[in-house]
């Protein structure tokens, strides 16, 4: 298991974080490989897909030896956290600031990424022990407001999810955020339907070069 440094300058340095969702899990350990493929090494597997925590333990079987990280997403709870960990998760995920999730995530020394979107959630999260802060839903603000927190609070990192797409990824980077989460945009139910790991392969490649350059002109 990596630590939490090891962690957080991976997710510094790749910069995306792939939110895999779907009614037909069957498939996401092949998805994982296209991504991985494309250069995104964060993935997460959220635990609103039905035998997540039994793919989660599929996928890190199938990608050990790889440079990928594979974590939990919409964990709400610290018994879920715990037993995402054991399935073999690197990082846990959650929507919102659960204080026992966080505990759990620290005793084990698994890093934890908790949702917040104001000035005070952020704080709060980020006392309490919270490594990344995900801002969520961060299209509600957009990059103005994230760079708009990082102002006054620079120590915090931030990872903004939801609305981020090839055209708004760089503005969030350049925003000042650690990294950030994308998914439909990505991986939609249409190309695992149609099992189109090139494109997905593709669609990684896009998003990773936009980071790299939009991190390179900070």
């Keep these: 298991m990596p630590t939490k440094h090891e962690v957080l300058a991976a997710l510094k340095q790749s910069g995306v974080v792939a939110i895999l969702r779907t009614d037909n899990p069957e498939d996401l350990v092949s998805v994982a490989k296209a991504l991985n493929a494309g250069g995104v090494k964060f993935i997460e597997i959220t635990m609103t897909v039905p035998g997540a925590l039994d793919i989660i333990r599929d996928a890190v079987a199938a990608l050990k030896g790889e440079d990928v990280y594979i974590g939990a997403g ?61 801002l969520f839903p961060a299209d509600l603000g957009g990059p103005g407001y994230l760079k708009g927190i990082k102002e006054p609070l620079p120590q915090v990192e931030i990872l903004p999810t939801k609305g981020i797409n090839f055209d708004t990824a760089a503005s969030y980077i350049q925003a000042g955020a650690i990294a950030v989460g994308s998914g439909t945009f990505l991986v939609n139910k249409a190309l695992m339907a149609a099992k189109d790991y090139a494109q997905i392969t593709a669609n990684a490649k896009k998003i990773i070069e936009i980071v790299r350059d939009a991190k390179a002109k900070k």
């Design 74 to 134: 919409t964990v709400l709870d610290a018994p879920t956290a715990r037993a995402a960990i054991l399935a073999g998760s690197t990082f846990v995920v959650g929507p919102g600031f659960d204080p026992e999730t966080v505990r759990a995530c620290n005793t084990y020394g698994v890093t934890v990424m908790q949702g917040a979107l104001t000035p005070t959630e952020i704080i709060n999260a980020w006392r309490a022990g919270t490594d990344v802060i995900k």
